[in-house]
């Protein structure tokens, strides 16, 4: 923390660029914490939330209801096959909570007290809470309460850059699933499987080989496990579908959605169940099958507004398909990142990618300069107009969705800049 005597104070933004008090502009690469979709003073978004701000602010979900979020229940239930009810919240940490307890109460509900263990994959990640840090444990952002939290079985995902000597993909993706239905047999108390959908993004921007989605939510479903999916950053487009698990045909029990569903514009998040669940929850007051978790802001009528109006815009606008066709705008710099002298890997799919830095590319050995490498990428960004946030050795690109061809282009000029630049001071 001593590293950031200061921090730049953004005062406004257009587009997919941020203005400093300096008159200072970048190029917003990680669009806002991965959550902007449309870039920054999209007139649409603002008018939904001058709109509706007029009308009702906020009002108790307790007992009550209104029309925004009513209409954003329907739309997201008509947009995720096999989803049937929506429970909302304010940020992903807190969907993915509550994912957590709908799962391991379900199974209390209909009466089965055995099944009481979650399943997860190493190193993935679904938020900062205690619950989100125990399905979702990355070593160094959560190691200091590892002791804290409830324990996990964890299971590996085939990485294509580090996989053991002598294995391809597909033996190594083999062997992953092996191990997966192993545990899964071995014990018949897994109450949950948890996971990332289609890529692990904090955790290194890990993208799922062809099909690994697909066998585990098979497995679950043989061996009587329900399947959670976590789409709070690979849901809505980031990684060029709507809805990611319906690209990998691994249709879930409990899904959750955060950051992008309201364009990046306010907080909120939801969580999503099949019937099945649902239905578990259901009884007389003094069954005590009810669901005791609640939020100040459930449902706020504000974001549920722009929310609505976000979703209409995918549609009007046919984003999916521009983010399919300007994704491949990725692909033409390959090349020219591959031979800077620390890059390792390059991962990538729809708007998002992942540069791995190394210090020696034939042992893979991650770079660690004495500074911070965030802090490094900061400034050598800034510099170079464009607004840069590594994780670990990983430069992460996560534009705003909407961003135009030749912005893409442009920002991904002024990465290759900024990693080359940087090179003296990380290696």
């Known amino acids: 923390m001593k590293e950031w005597d200061s921090f730049d104070k953004i005062v406004k933004a257009k587009g997919v660029w941020l203005t400093d008090s300096k008159g200072h502009k970048m190029m917003d690469a990680v669009a806002s914490m991965w959550c902007n979709v449309w870039g920054h003073s999209n007139p649409q978004l603002i008018k939904a939330i001058n709109q509706q701000s007029k009308k009702l602010q906020h009002s108790s979900q307790f007992n009550l209801t209104t029309e925004p979020a009513e209409e954003l229940a329907d739309s997201l239930v008509k947009i995720s096959p096999g989803m049937h009810k929506v429970f909302y919240s304010d940020n992903g940490s807190s969907a993915m909570e509550i994912a957590i307890k709908i799962a ?142 319906e690209e990998q045909k691994s249709i879930p029990d409990i899904v959750a959605y955060g950051k992008m569903l309201t364009g990046g514009y306010l907080t909120m998040a939801a969580t999503l169940t099949n019937k099945k669940i649902y239905d578990s929850f259901l009884g007389e007051f003094n069954d005590w099958k009810h669901l005791f978790h609640g939020h100040t802001y459930t449902g706020n009528p504000i974001a549920a507004a722009v929310a609505n109006e976000n979703l209409k815009m995918y549609k009007k606008n046919n984003l999916i398909k521009k983010i399919q066709k300007i994704s491949k705008v990725f692909e033409k710099f390959y090349d020219e990142i591959s031979e800077i002298d620390i890059v390792g890997d390059i991962r990538h799919k729809g708007m998002l990618m992942g540069i791995e830095l190394v210090k020696d590319k034939k042992r893979k050995t991650p770079i660690s300069p004495k500074k911070s490498i965030n802090k490094i990428f900061f400034d050598e960004g800034k510099k170079n107009g464009i607004y840069l946030r590594t994780l670990g050795n990983i430069v992460m690109l996560v534009p705003p969705l909407a961003i135009s061809e030749s912005e893409l282009e442009l920002l991904l000029k002024r990465t290759i800049l900024t990693i080359k630049s940087a090179k003296s001071k990380v290696s």
């Open 104 to 245: 391991l109460q379900y199974w209390k509900n209909i009466g089965n007290k055995k099944k009481t263990e979650i399943a997860t994959i190493e190193n993935g990640y679904h938020g900062d809470t205690f619950g989100a840090m125990s399905v979702g444990y990355v070593p160094e952002f959560f190691g200091k309460f590892k002791k804290q939290l409830f324990s996990t079985i964890q299971f590996t995902v085939p990485n294509k850059y580090k996989m053991p000597n002598g294995f391809t993909l597909a033996d190594y993706q083999n062997q992953c699933l092996d191990k997966i239905e192993k545990g899964f047999s071995k014990k018949d108390n897994i109450a949950a499987f948890v996971m990332e959908s289609g890529a692990q993004v904090a955790g290194g921007v890990i993208i799922y080989p062809k099909g690994f989605q697909k066998k585990i939510s098979q497995l679950c479903k043989k061996h009587d496990v329900l399947f959670v999916l976590d789409e709070i950053a690979t849901g809505f487009g980031r990684l060029g579908s709507m809805v990611q698990y």
